[in-house]
C-alpha cells in the first residue's frame, strides 16, 4: 500500500466512535456516555422539523453538561419512576458520513434506528443525527449532538431515553 | 346506558367509583354530555390572525377546524365533508380561501357553506338548492376571552363569561403582563401522550403533595447541580424548576388550593426562580418592569406583577400558566388514551430574553423528554393500571374534606394547599354535567 500523509480524520475512527457511543447507552453505561462529552457539550432532539435554534422554539431535549449530568443521575434514583425499568434499547448508527472539516472539529453525518422497548411496550425511532465530535488528546469528545427525530412533531409518549 | 341513580351513585363526597377513569361506556356518555356541552378552549386569537387562516384541532374527539372567515370572525367547523365523510383539511395549520374535500371536489369557504359541487346536476334535479343545508357541520358556539379561543358544541349554555368566573383573571394575569398588551403563541407544540383517563392530568396539575414523590428522583438530581449563580445559565431555570419540587410540606401546605364554579380551580404558586417570577431579583425584569410600567402605570405594574398563581384549570380541557406563559389543551382519545397538546406565549414588548426563558421553562415543565414530566406521565399509567383492578371499587378524593374555606362568591379555598378540594370540585361538575339528559 502505497504511504500517504495521516488523514486527520479517518472515516472508520469516527464509525468506530459512533458505534462506541451507541454500545455504551444499549448496556446502559450512561456514565460512561457521558464521558464521551466535552465539558461545553450540548444534546439537542428539536421539536420541529428545520428548527433553527433551540432557544426560541421548544425541543424534546436540549441539555448542556449540566443537565445531561442531571438525566444520568435520575437513572440511578431507585424513586425514577419512568426509568425503573431503564429502557432497553438497541442504537442502529448508519450512513456515517464526515460533512466538514473544521479545524481540530469534525461534523459527522448519520442515520439513526433506535428500538426502545421497556414495560411491555416496544417503540421504533428514526432519526438522522448530526455530531460535531472534537479531537483532544484522549481521542474524540461529542462537542454537540443533533438528533432530528422522524416524529418529532407527532403526539409522542414520555421519552425517558437517550437518543 | 346509566341512568342518573347510577350515575349519583357513583360519587360520593369523599369518593369516586373506579369506573369513572376506566369504563368505556361512561366515557361514551362523558364526550356526550362533558366535552359535548362544555366550553372548550381551542387555542388563541394568534394563531389565525388574517382571513383564510386555520388551524386544525380537536374538541373532544372531535375534528374541527378553526377558521378566520371574510368577515373577521373566527368560525368552528366539523372536519367532515357533507358527501361521504372525508375530512376536507389534513394541515395543523395554513391559509386557504376553502377546503376542498379530496374524494370527490365538494368545496367549502371558510365559514363552512358549501360553494361548489362538481357536476352537481348528477346529485338530483334540485342539488343546487340542496347546498344550502349541506355545509360543513357548523360548531354552534364560538367566543373568545383576551384572545383566548373557546367553543361548545352545544347551542345553550353559559355565555363564556359566566362560564369563566373568576377563573378570567388567570387569562387577564397572562394579557396583562404584556407591556403591548397581547400575547401571541409561539416556540412550538409539544404533543405529549399517557395511557390514562383524560382527568389525571387534570387532577395532578392542581396537586400540591404529589411533586415530593412523583418527583423525587428529578429533584435529588437537581439538588447535586451546581447552584444557578450569575452570569445565568440556560440549564438554571430547569435546575431551580426541579429543585422547586422539592419545596417542604409546609411551602406545599400554605400555597393554597381554590376552586370555582364548573369544575374549574387554580393553584397558588410556590416559586423562588428569580429568572421566572417577576418581582424578584433579575436584571431583565428591571427593563421588562420598566416598560410596563410606561404602559400602565406604576402602582397598577405592582398590581399586575402582584398575582401568583401557578396552574389553572378550566374543566374539562383546559390547563393554564399565567404567570409562566403556559396553555395545555387535554384532549381525551379513549378512556385510557390521552393528549396533551401544550404551547408557549410571548409577552409582546416584553424583552427578548424573556421568551428564552419561556421557552426553557415549556422544556421541563411540558417537554415529552422532560425529566419531571415522565414521571407524570409514568404515575397517571400506573393510576390507570391499578385502576382496572376489580377488588377495590373506590378512588378516594378526602384530603381535606370538612375543611373547606368560603372565598369570594361561590369560590372556596381548601383546608391547606394539598386539599383534595380541586378534584371533588371536578367531579360535582362532572357529575351536573351527566346527569343532564
Known sequence: ?163 | MLGREQLAMMVRPDRVHRALYSDPDLFELEMQRVFGRAWLILGHESQIPAAGDFFTTRMGREPVIVARHADGSVKVMINRCSHRGSTVCEDARGHRAEFVCPYHGWTYRTDGSLRFVPLAQGYGPDAESKKAGLGLVRVPRVESYRGFLFASLATEGPALYDFLGPMSASFDDMVDRAPDGEVEIAGGVFKHTYHGNWKLVLENHLDGLHPNYVHASSVAAAREAPDPAQPEKYADIAIRQMRQNGAPDSVWESIGTWATEFGHGYLGDYHSDSRLVVGMDNPVFAEYRGRLEKKVGSERATKILGVTRWNSIVYPNCSFMGQFRQLRIVHPLAVDRTVVYTYSFRLKGAPEHMFRDTIAFSNVVNGTGSWVLTDDLEVYERVQKGLSAQAGDWVYLGRGLGGDIGDAGPTRRGATGTSEIHIRSQFAAWLDYMMAE
Not at chain 1, 425514577?80 to 472539516?101: D, I, K, M, S, Y
Open chain 1, 1 to 163: 500500500m502505497p504511504k500517504h500523509a495521516p488523514d486527520p480524520v479517518s472515516p472508520r475512527e469516527v464509525e468506530q466512535f459512533l458505534y462506541r457511543e451507541a454500545s455504551l447507552l444499549d448496556h446502559q453505561q450512561f456514565e460512561e456516555w457521558l464521558g464521551l462529552y466535552a465539558e461545553d457539550a450540548t444534546y439537542w432532539v428539536p421539536l420541529e422539523r428545520d428548527q433553527k435554534d433551540p432557544w426560541n422554539t421548544s425541543s424534546i431535549i436540549f441539555d448542556d453538561r449540566t443537565l445531561l449530568e442531571i438525566r444520568v443521575r435520575q437513572y440511578r434514583d431507585p424513586r425514577a419512576h419512568a426509568r425503573l425499568p431503564v429502557a432497553r434499547t438497541v442504537h442502529q448508527v448508519g450512513n456515517v458520513a464526515l460533512v466538514q472539516e473544521a479545524g481540530n472539529e469534525v461534523l459527522v453525518g448519520s442515520s439513526l434506528v433506535l428500538i426502545e422497548y421497556r414495560k411491555e411496550r416496544q417503540r421504533v425511532f428514526g432519526a438522522l443525527v448530526e455530531h460535531r465530535l472534537r479531537r483532544t488528546d484522549d481521542g474524540f469528545r461529542i462537542a454537540s449532538k443533533r438528533v432530528d427525530i422522524v416524529n418529532s412533531e407527532a403526539e409522542l409518549d414520555g421519552v425517558a431515553f437517550l437518543f
